[in-house]
């Protein structure tokens, strides 16, 4: 079966940053499913993967509005060390985490330490960047009433 409006597609892929180094969260193999034509996908890998079947294979790039953005420059700021738990880790020019009071996990490259401040730049590493997507289709199927109500209803807000 070929991929078409209302086919069901699995497809593993491979994201790298095209002439620049890629970022451990992208260096590993994705697994997806989705219901062609009624499903957010990136604009051309969905062009790219139309009429194809199982066990086809392509490569395409994908440029940064589809990515993760261009960058922008408004999210790079000065933070004083003060209001960082870790400061002493901080080193130019590679990725910073630290954990808010909430928990949750930030990350920033570090582009500059100043005595009481760092330049962090909280960009995504592959932002402003063209990505080289690796993809094989695993499978295709005719879409139920359910994949289609499913994908109805996320496409609403429901899902």
């Given amino acids: 079966m070929k991929i078409e409006n ?5 497809l593993e892929y491979t994201l790298q940053v095209k002439d620049g180094i890629t970022p451990p969260e992208l260096d590993k193999v994705f697994r997806t499913q989705f219901l062609y034509g009624r499903e957010p996908v ?13 066990g ?13 953005g ?9 933070i004083p060390l003060s ?5 002493e880790k901080l080193k130019e020019g ?3 985490e630290e954990i808010t009071s909430t928990g949750e996990a930030v990350r920033f490259l570090v582009k500059e330490i100043k005595d009481d401040y760092v330049v ?21 199927r005719a879409a139920s009433a359910m994949d289609i109500l499913r994908a109805v209803n996320f496409s609403r807000g429901g899902g």
């Fill in 6 to 10: 209302d086919t069901v597609v699995e």
């Fill in 42 to 54: 990136i604009p051309t890998l969905e062009k790219a993967i139309y009429q194809l079947s199982p």
């Fill in 56 to 68: 086809d294979e392509i490569e395409i790039t994908i440029p940064p509005e589809q990515g993760f």
């Fill in 70 to 78: 261009k960058r922008d420059e408004t999210l790079v700021n000065e």
């Fill in 83 to 87: 209001q960082l738990k870790h400061p």
């Fill in 94 to 96: 590679q990725l910073h």
């Fill in 120 to 140: 962090a730049d909280f960009n995504h590493p592959a932002a402003g960047k063209e990505l080289l997507l690796k993809a094989k289709i695993l499978s295709v």
